[in-house]
């Protein structure tokens, strides 16, 4: 570990700490509905919305009925974004003329984007128009967050109400999670986005004279389209002169600065925020790394707050900062160490003066090097985000190994927007049962007692994707739909299909490369795999709170097992790192483990 890079990771670390409880506090009084003078300001639009959709925003719903409302809502959401793909050749503001995006590529865009995850089996500069790219992907990174928040509110509201049945209304917390929390945000990153070069506009692509041409080799193809071949049945190639290139434009930043706020990571372009027109300078790299964890780390304060007891927010903000902190600078350690294959063809992988890139730079932009790269990958996986700015592909195995592992332990780590919290509230019942078992006590939590009704949705929460990821995985490696698309095979190549599923499982979207994703069995087997991951979680979830809120308040006695102390907090860690580890490690002992062991073997350490 440089010190450049112990600075740069100390840095982000007291940037975001020092924005949790500012944030935090804001966030309790938007759904405590005072939103500190926001609230005067789009009152009247809020009413509007309200009549015009026929919603009754003073009735309060059950959580049967906030999750109808949420289903109901993502469902719709879901199709436009499908219809939206589909019809685009005949829609406005498609300047280069794209033609309607495949059925199964629509579906697995559709239920990515609709699920928060935003995996992406496409080239976003050469497959969508811009008003698909802002009227279909934009728009659902606002409102697939905030139903996140909207969740993760209701469960909160489980936790702190007694004896009655209402979570709130799924229509006002959604609608106020924009107008008050993601637009506001939005705007102020945007702005701070353009000044750094983030490009924001209608323009058709752009072609411009190389300062150097380059010469490069091309297939030569017959009037069907065939490689044509020599005597000895070898592809023959013609020497091409390259003397321009086309330089994609479009409305980007509007949709950058959300796609990190809302931990959703779908990038305007193909090379997502390594491209230099979403993500240009270190600065701007340095600005969306924090929105990645801005709002799932200031939410511990707000739940807080809401539950009238902040040592619980606390408590949950420290036990996510003990797992990520160790994983942030072991990824960053790992890869500025090299990569030892790269030693035995003579390449100086040592910082030279005046250069903080020394290491295994392959996969990774200049501007960003391996510091801003290595820490990027492990928060845009402890969140949902999903967003890369260099190639997973090309970490080192075991700092590869990393970002695999933060999603394997079902992001709760920070976590996506809201689903992150509520996961890890889920972990904490689990860890209270545990704890009750462990001492003889009945299970409580902030007052409720945890019965078997909880424990079974916990369960089925915290099981669901695990077992998708192994299902989804083992049913690819050994079919012939799910091989065809690996380009290395091997551990490596096993490492790439088990990130995509856990990826897509998870509603993370980030993707390890080296993997052809767009193919028929790819594209509908992870939207279902999508659709799973984030309806089967959210539905017990939901259940869980509903059944809390009903509950009478317990007072705190002797024998109630304090949830803010130290103790508590490596029990849940414990927890967290027992379901990781005992789940995924016969899996990744066949992927990232046993690749750096035989890196080792055949380079040496």
Known sequence: MTLNGFLQISLFLIIILACVKPLGWYMARVYEFKACGLDKLFTPFENLIYRFCGIESKKEMDWKQYLSAMLIFNLFGLLLVYALQRLQFYLPLNPQAFT?????????????????????????????????????LTVQNFLSAATGLALLVAFIRGLARRETKQLGNFWVDTLRSVLYILLPLALILSVALTSQGVIQNFKSY?????????????????????????????????????????????????????????????????????????????????????????????FCYTFGMMVKDKRQGYALLLAMLIIFIPLAFSAVALEQNGNPAFTTFGIDQSAQPNN??????????????????ALWATATTATSN??????????????????????????????????????????????????????????????????????????????????MVLIFTSIATVTQMGISSIANPGAHGFTEMLY??????????????????????????????????????????????????????????????????????????????????????????????????????????
């Open 206 to 298: 752009q072609t411009v004279p190389l300062l150097q041409s380059i010469s490069y080799q091309e297939q030569i193809l017959d009037a069907s389209g065939q490689p044509v071949k020599d005597a000895k049945g070898n592809p023959k190639m013609a020497t091409k002169q390259a003397t321009q290139q086309i330089l994609p434009m479009g409305p980007v930043v509007s949709q950058i600065a959300i796609k990190q706020l809302g931990t959703n990571g779908g990038g305007f372009f193909n090379t997502n925020s390594a491209h230099p027109f979403e993500n240009p300078t270190p600065l701007s790299g340095f600005l969306e790394m924090l929105a990645i964890l801005l709002i799932p780390a200031a």
């Open 356 to 373: 903080y890139s020394g290491g295994n730079m392959e996969g990774k932009e200049t501007r960003f090097g391996i510091t801003n790269s």
């Open 500 to 605: 995509a599923f856990t990826s897509m499982v998870n509603n993370n979207g980030s993707a390890f490369a080296g993997l052809n994703a767009n193919t028929s069995f790819y594209n509908i087997v992870g939207g279902i795999a999508m659709l799973i991951g984030r309806y089967w979680i959210a539905i017990p979830t939901l259940a869980i709170a509903g059944s809390l809120v009903q509950k009478k308040h317990i007072p705190t006695s002797l024998g109630t097992l304090p949830t803010h102390t130290p103790l508590f907090i490596l029990l849940l860690i414990g927890i967290i790192l027992i379901l990781g580890a005992l789940t995924f490690f016969p899996a990744l002992a066949l992927g990232p483990i046993v690749e750096q062991l035989m890196m080792w073997e055949k380079y040496g350490h």
């Open 386 to 467: 999903g967003s890369v700015n260099s190639m997973h592909d090309s970490f080192t195995p075991l700092a590869g190994l990393i970002p695999l592992w933060m999603m394997h332990l079902g992001e709760v780590v920070f976590g996506g927007i809201g689903s992150g919290l509520y996961g890890m509230l889920i972990l904490v019942i689990i860890t209270v049962f545990v704890a009750g078992l462990m001492v003889g006590r009945t299970p409580e939590y902030l007052g409720k007692k945890i019965e078997p009704f909880e424990m079974k949705m916990a369960s089925i929460a915290v099981l669901v994707m695990p077992l």
């Open 100 to 136: 309607a995006v495949a059925p199964d590529l629509a579906f697995n865009t559709a239920a990515s984007f609709t699920t928060n995850t935003n995996w992406q089996a496409y080239g976003g500069e050469n497959t969508l128009s811009y008003i698909t790219q802002m009227l279909a």
